[in-house]
């Protein structure tokens, strides 16, 4: 064998094995996330419950995300009916039905989905970075060696707090989108409040897709961000990276699960 | 009490490479190495807080490389540990970082809990610390509370990280009086890491040296002072010339 065919030999296995890495990285990293979210629901039902622990989470994550979520989505709702104004006057001079289509859209789908993203950079960041300084610190060891299992004691109260208090979050914010529109539409564009606020294209089909979204993407947060959190190395800056793969898996995830809440949408929940 | 067999573990490179060692009951084993040589991936191997590559852990005979979490979180309740960085949990009071082992492990009276709290900082000198977060303590401070979370529950296995790091001869001193005190009592099995070589074998039965993951050298500490072997002599001793 020639040294150049020798060294084709020798890279083979080497080039295949880098160009899988990531995919079997990625399915890994998608394994794990559906352990933790296998072990998690099990243990809601199965776990010792610490005292005040999921009543400060749900402090935590509502209370503290509210008013950055009421002014985040209170732009985003003004700023989708300015557009979607200037955009329409532009085929049809009339605004009667702009409130109606905005709300309708909003309960579909802006309400959950725009506000999802928002909330990842909130909740999902903060619940990375706890978890994973309380791993670089060796507190989730600790916590082992004391038979607290760190998935019940620090990811489910998380979990349920996070599903819970992060819908109620949207619900509040998805409704100041709605008044910031309004306030918008009559201020700019004159179409009075009354015409505004009409929810009559609103079924309870498309209630029932926004909260299923809504409890769907706050799931997503809380566990993305808690498996980033446990899966922390490294010191600080182990911290930063994991914080940082939280907002983006996240984020992903939202995307991607809309799609394919959406998708069942359509079928089952005809606009 | 404790028997390492053929210990590997490796994260990226290896770390641990076919470590025996073994720790017998009512005495004090220090383990020590040049930085980055396994010592605390040893000791949490020890505690069964990490998966080895190859080879066993036996606690008390009882084998950790068959066991699931919870049969691990059986054999932990024997096991009281002080990590490196004192691991006290931030959002708790001392008081509750030190009833917290007692609480998750026993099912134990408040009134109980409260008494053998008390009488843990008492014997760590911070009597009266209960309602203290663990951010307003100096490090020798944290270091005590540690020290009072481990030994809380009476576990006859006793693992510390480094007790004395970072702290000055004094406080160092004063740290070693309390846990050769506290296993003269507990007639227990304590496994230290120390990076304060000429401190610990004051108070070590045994000593244990661990050099790029591999055990160099196992004896009394005695043994360890007059070892001729260039590794362990140069580390023990401190010596700028060797092959460290």
């Known amino acids: ?271 | 009490m404790i028997r390492v067999q053929d210990l590997s573990v490796s994260f990226r490179s290896p770390v641990l490479d076919g470590v025996n060692l073994h720790a017998p009951p009512a005495s004090i084993l220090a383990l020590v190495g040049p930085g980055a040589s396994g010592k605390s991936v040893l000791l949490k191997s020890v505690a069964g807080l990490l998966r080895p590559d190859r080879g066993d852990v036996f606690v008390d005979g009882v084998s950790l490389a068959d066991k699931d979490e919870p049969g691990l979180a059986e054999v932990r309740k024997g096991i009281g540990m002080l990590f490196q960085n004192y691991a006290l949990f931030d959002y708790l009071t001392v008081g509750e970082n030190v009833a917290f082992p007692l609480r998750r492990l026993f099912d134990l009276p408040e009134e109980e809990i409260q008494a053998r709290v008390s009488e843990r900082l008492e014997r760590v000198s911070l009597p009266g610390f209960e309602d203290r977060i663990p951010r307003s303590l100096s490090g020798g401070q944290k270091k005590r509370v540690g020290i009072a979370r481990a030994t809380v529950a009476r576990a006859p296995i006793l693992l510390y990280d480094d007790p004395t790091a970072g702290l000055d001869p004094v406080t160092s001193q004063k740290i070693y009086d309390l846990i050769k005190g506290e296993q003269r009592e507990q007639r227990g099995c304590v496994v230290m890491i120390s990076s304060d070589v000429a401190g610990v074998l004051t108070i070590a039965d045994r000593v244990a040296m661990l050099h790029r993951g591999k055990l160099v050298f196992e004896g009394s500490a005695d043994e360890a002072k007059t070892s001729v072997d260039p590794l362990v002599r140069q580390f023990i001793h401190g010596l700028v010339e060797g092959p460290l």
């Open chain 1, 1 to 271: 064998m020639t040294e150049a065919s020798a060294t084709l030999v020798d890279s083979g296995p080497s080039a295949l094995g880098r160009l899988m890495a990531p995919v079997s990285a990625g399915v890994n990293d998608i394994a794990g996330l559906f352990r933790l979210l296998g072990r998690t629901l099990t243990l809601i039902s199965q776990g010792k419950r610490e005292q005040g622990a999921l009543l400060e989470q749900m402090y935590i994550i509502g209370n503290r995300s509210l008013v950055f979520m009421c002014i985040t989505m209170g732009f985003i709702g003004a700023i989708i009916t300015f557009q979607s104004a200037v955009q329409s006057q532009r085929l049809l001079p009339d605004l009667t039905m702009l409130g109606a289509t905005f709300i309708k859209l909003l309960v579909r789908d802006m309400a959950a989905s725009l506000g999802a993203m928002p909330l990842a950079t909130r909740v999902g960041a903060g619940i990375a970075a706890e978890i994973g300084s309380m791993v670089v610190t060796d507190q989730v060891d600790a916590l082992r060696m004391c038979a607290a299992d760190p998935v019940d004691y620090l990811v489910v109260p998380r979990f349920i707090a996070a599903t819970i208090m992060g819908t109620a979050v949207l619900i509040i914010a998805g409704a100041v989108a709605i008044l910031s529109g309004m306030v918008i539409a009559n201020g700019v564009f004159d179409v009075n409040f009354h015409t505004y606020l009409n929810f009559s294209m609103v079924t309870l089909g498309d209630v029932g897709l926004g909260v299923t979204k809504m409890v769907a993407f706050c799931a997503a947060i809380a566990i993305i961000s808690a498996q980033r959190g446990l899966s922390t190395f490294g010191g600080s800056e182990g911290v930063g990276t994991a914080t940082t793969r939280a907002v983006v898996g996240s984020s992903f995830a939202i995307i991607v699960l809309n799609f394919f809440i959406s998708g069942l949408g359509y079928f089952f929940v005809p606009s």
